[in-house]
């Protein structure tokens, strides 16, 4: 598989500034001056990404940005888009290729790959199945599924026919998705038996029977049996769930037409701005947010993101040939949205369901990676807490099978350390020096691959000249953006220099900035990230937001209206509204790389100096026998600073006068003895979102005397049973 899936020769973005050269006259000297290009001259910046991605319309669109206003920018009005449509253009030339569109395999084995064109007839039959059930354009369809096939054809079928798709993950318990639907009144629900984790199976068929009970405007269930053990157990299991789960119908059977219907089937054309789909803030406190993104706004941000930034081509194309893509996500983050927007740019998606570390009793940090070498994924993506557990737990490479495909190495999610940066650097060095040692095969069989080779070349005539891949390290693609606009602010470029523990640029139409207290950009400063001009993705609404409050409140409120905003070096008047401020710490670099420092809400403040809690968590949990870490900084309103460190130990291990002393120590060398913290503490675990972030706002107010219940929401917590103690740990506190 690797012999005849090489990696790309010429990067993306380079194939793109080609184009701009060739077809607008445009070329620019740095990447700096192509970025400042990109966030002033916004309706030439954004008609190119319409043109270099072949965007299509049935009707043409009268302006590419009617009004630049935040919130509430109009772009390509006249436009029709469907994102299904934009997937399913891949589908002929894709196959003909003799390329997968999924490729999927879960905890239990078992193993799927699907072809675009059934990829198509699924989408096509489910479409057509939730139309005769009445859905219309506008209707929200929620689902329950886990990271597999189906919750990809679900979502696909539902947004062909205007419906809004919204997903939870099967690990959130009733009440967090109750939380969730319940604001979006769905009118089908597609829903799984069960799912298996750490090598357990659970049942949800009782979490199915709730749901249906507590939304009303359900008129329909579909119903996926997910848990059967093989192919034998399937159509007993199916059995016993449809009848436990009735009346529903089988997603088996939704999915199984093969008509001229399915045929003829076209997604819908529809307003650029037409709701695609629901997704949601992490929801520390109150109800999650649901945030409502338009399927064109979307899909063209999808396309820059992916396409020139992520570098992830085209699996057909001659330049990207082969290109497998995999980024390790659950349905509960918006990584799976981002998955899925591979098959935007014709690319086969390798998706993995279940646990990345193996079961509980077993660890196993080297699961996906011999997924990946088994299967030749060319980009391999995942949080960076993936990589961290990766480098804690010793994983050598070279014993996970062929990763010679693999040519880039993806993360977010929360910012990744210099060493675990340095770990997967230079584990890929490794592999590489290795493959180069490797004896050459004997004379019959070095023919007969030099032959495949040679035909190789032969079928990809315009690859253009080859870069000394082996000569290079893997290239990172750290990204930063999130839920919020379904995108990134900060990310890779092939073409440009990486340092570890940096993110390499701003992105292409991506106006961010980082700003002092007064509200000025600074340089080489740590400040808020702001980003001081639209773009197409940013939420188009919050579902059930009355004359826009909350959406206001979560972007918009800090800086006055007017403030910042200057297109094209002028100032806009008060009308055009205010920055997106995003609540997290930035800094950019005089060479354009940016580190995010953590969310500038849960800032350290010491001694005058502030700093995000990243800096310091990388200089705690470089240290083998810490796990994990938590540091809350309780300096508020006057008081003077006590800045409590919570750690997880290795099994076995005791927090002693001598762990402490290295940990503080750790701290003086990487950061300062002014972020020495007050006290040290041993906890079990460290509260995290469902999304794998440390909440460390909602102990800050925890520990600053506010009751529990209005500074957290158990359901939105990965592990809630872990605030006990740090309930207790408060109350003590308290009467000291």
Known sequence: ????????????IRLYQQWLAEQRGLHFDSYDALWRWSTTELDAFWQSIWDYFDMRSPTPHTAVLERNVMPGAKWFPGAQVNYAQQVLRHVQPAHEAGFMAIVSRNEKGRHVEMSWPELRRQVAS??????????????????????IPEAMVAFLATVSIGGVWSICAPDMGTNAVLDRFRQIEPVVLIACDGVTYGARDFDRLAVVAELRAALPTVRHVVLHTNLAADAEDAAAAADRALQAAAPCTAFAEATSRMDAAVAQFEPLWLPFDHPLWIVYSSGTTGLPKPIVHGHGGTTIVALAL???????????????WGERYHWYSSTGWVMWNAQVGGLLGGTTCVIYDGNPGGARDKPDWTTLWRFAAEQGVTFFGAGAAFFANCL????????????????????????????????GTEQFRRLRECQAN????????????DDRERGLRQAQPERGVARPEQEQDIWWCNISGGTDFAGAFIGGNRDLPQTPGRMQCRLMGCAVEAWNEQGLPVSDEVGELVCTQPIPSMPLYFVGDVGNKRLLGSYFDMYPAGHGRKPGGGDL?????????????????????CVIYGRSDATINRHGLRMGTSELYSAVEALPEVMDSMVVDLEYLGRESYMPLFVVLREGLVLDDATRQRINDSIKTALSPRFVPNEIFQVPEIPRTLSGKKQELPIKKLLLGQPLEKVINREAMANPGCLDWYVNFAAARAQT
């Open 573 to 593: 008047d008060n009308e055009a509204g205010a920055v997106w401020r995003h609540g997290d710490w930035l800094r950019i670099h005089p060479d354009g790389s």
């Open 438 to 449: 490797t004896v050459r095969p004997e004379p019959a069989l070095r023919q007969a691959q």
């Open 1 to 12: 598989m690797n012999e005849t899936n090489p990696p790309p020769f010429t990067p993306q």
């Open 392 to 423: 804690k737990a010793g994983v050598d490479l070279s014993a996970c099978g062929d990763l010679s495909a693999v040519r880039a190495l993806g993360t977010t999610g929360s910012p990744l350390s210099e060493d675990a940066q340095r770990w």
């Open 306 to 320: 992916k396409i020139l930034h992520n570098d992830i081509g085209c699996s057909y194309e001659p330049n990207s």
């Open 126 to 147: 489910l479409a057509l199945h939730l139309q005769a059930q009445g859905v219309q354009p506008g209707d929200r369809v929620a689902a329950y599924l886990p990271n």
